[in-house]
């Protein structure tokens, strides 16, 4: 399977934003990456439902929604309609995490999880075969720019594993401090799908380095 490139737009310019979804379009990217923060779960805020809504008219690629927002049930729904292909919940912040990931799937979205960096992969074990996608944060949520936690290596194979043992056939997302050198390391360690913010965006040319991403 080739890997997943989803540039997450939380370092995109947002004065300009139509301009970097269109070098997204044109680019070898997968995805598009959008991190909705609430100022709750994580200590910052980001963007929410309208500028999703304005993303889905112009993207022309899947929407890979990450919430970092407590009792994201509320906005199951809401997402949905905004365009969200995918939606990832945080494990952290859902009591019914079985129930959350029916709900998506209800919705007629694939459904995500996310694992904080202190959150074994070992939580996921009795729901793996249930979910399309599972988020490995390899930063602490609510910031982009930040170095990537080593750690993640270990948990990308126990991941993998747990996927082999039970049979289940879901995406390994890492998402953090992703550049061509944590990218290879996590290919190698089994991920399919890399987030990268500000190593894209920060990039003198964008289109180049998710060429060079997709083609670790
Ligand atoms: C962090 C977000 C990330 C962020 C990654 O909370 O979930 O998606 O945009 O940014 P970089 O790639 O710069 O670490
Ligand atoms: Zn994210």
């Known amino acids: 399977m080739q890997t997943i490139i989803s540039p997450s737009l939380?370092?995109?310019d947002f004065t300009n934003l139509k301009a970097d979804i269109e070098m997204v379009n044109k680019s070898e990217a997968d995805w598009f990456h959008l991190d909705i923060m609430d100022g709750v779960f994580v200590?910052?805020?980001s963007y929410g439902l309208p500028v999703v809504q304005q993303i889905n008219k112009i993207a022309e690629k899947p929407l890979d929604v990450h919430l970092m927002i407590i009792d994201p049930d509320r906005y199951v729904e809401a997402f949905q309609k905004a365009g969200a292909d995918y939606l990832t919940v945080h494990y952290e912040a859902c009591t019914h995490l079985h129930r959350t990931v029916q709900n998506i799937k209800q919705h007629g979205m694939k459904a995500g999880v996310s694992?904080?960096?202190h959150t074994p992969v070992s939580v996921l074990e009795d729901i793996i075969q249930d979910l399309d996608l599972v988020l490995l944060m390899s930063v602490n949520p609510g910031f982009g720019g930040q170095s990537f936690i080593e750690n993640t290596y270990k948990k990308v194979k126990q991941l993998k594993n747990m996927i082999a043992e039970k049979n289940a056939n879901t995406i390994i997302e890492v998402d953090g401090g992703v550049n061509l050198?944590?990218?290879?390391?996590?290919l190698e360690a089994g991920a399919n799908a890399?987030?990268?913010?500000?190593?894209?965006f920060g990039a003198n040319?964008?289109?180049?380095t998710i060429s060079n991403l997709k083609n670790l």
Do not use: C, R
């Open 10 to 12: 939380l370092s995109a």
């Open 43 to 45: 200590p910052n805020i």
């Open 115 to 117: 694992l904080n960096p």
């Open 181 to 186: 050198e944590t990218g290879k390391k996590l």
């Open 194 to 200: 890399l987030v990268a913010g500000s190593f894209v």
């Open 205 to 208: 040319d964008p289109t180049h």
